[in-house]
């Protein structure tokens, strides 16, 4: 599985909007998705000449490059550059991970919005006293386990997870 660290804070801020985050998502699918901006504004149903800037702006962060493909006229084909994208943890720490917790953030909504009526959209919440040191090591066990044992047969999902102070103090 191709994975890419992301470690420069363009490459946060390319993923700071839901629209590329989508992008990715649609260009990292499985197998070696070729599509150009206008399949892509299609497929999202957006304004290709919206969608242009967030294209090259995923371009230039390097997320995804020209595919080598046949010809579509003027129309280039992109893909993404790795199937997998993980934050150096250098990154996280230094706080420059805001834009991209947004577009999770904005991501868990939509799911919400588009799952929940059908029953396969779960969420767990739990207050816990720990450090955060030892919340994030956790939360990284878990998603290494989840790595491990995931199933190429089984649809995909997202998991998300957050670890921060209540938002109101007792």
């Known amino acids: ?5 992301l470690d420069k804070p363009e490459q946060l801020k390319a993923l700071g909007h839901p629209l590329r985050v989508r992008v990715l998502e649609m260009l990292g699918q499985e197998g070696d998705w070729q599509l150009t901006n206008r399949e892509l504004a299609q497929r999202l149903g957006v304004d290709p000449g919206h ?10 962060a390097g997320l995804i490059e020209l595919a080598e493909a046949e010809s579509r006229g003027r129309e280039k084909p ?13 990154l996280l720490a230094a706080g420059g991970a805001k834009d991209i917790q947004a577009a999770m953030i904005d991501q868990v909504q939509r799911a919400h919005a588009l799952y929940s009526s059908e029953g396969v959209f779960r969420s767990a919440q739990l207050e816990v006293k720990l450090t955060l040191e030892r919340a994030l090591e956790l939360m990284a066990a878990f998603l290494s386990a989840a790595r491990d044992v995931e199933d190429a047969e089984a649809d995909k999902i997202v998991l998300t997870m957050f670890a921060h102070p209540p938002a109101q103090q007792d």
């Open 51 to 60: 969608l242009h800037f967030h294209v090259r702006m995923l371009l230039k």
């Open 1 to 5: 599985m191709q994975e890419l660290i």
């Open 78 to 90: 992109y893909r993404s550059v790795a199937k997998v994208f993980r934050v150096a943890p250098e």
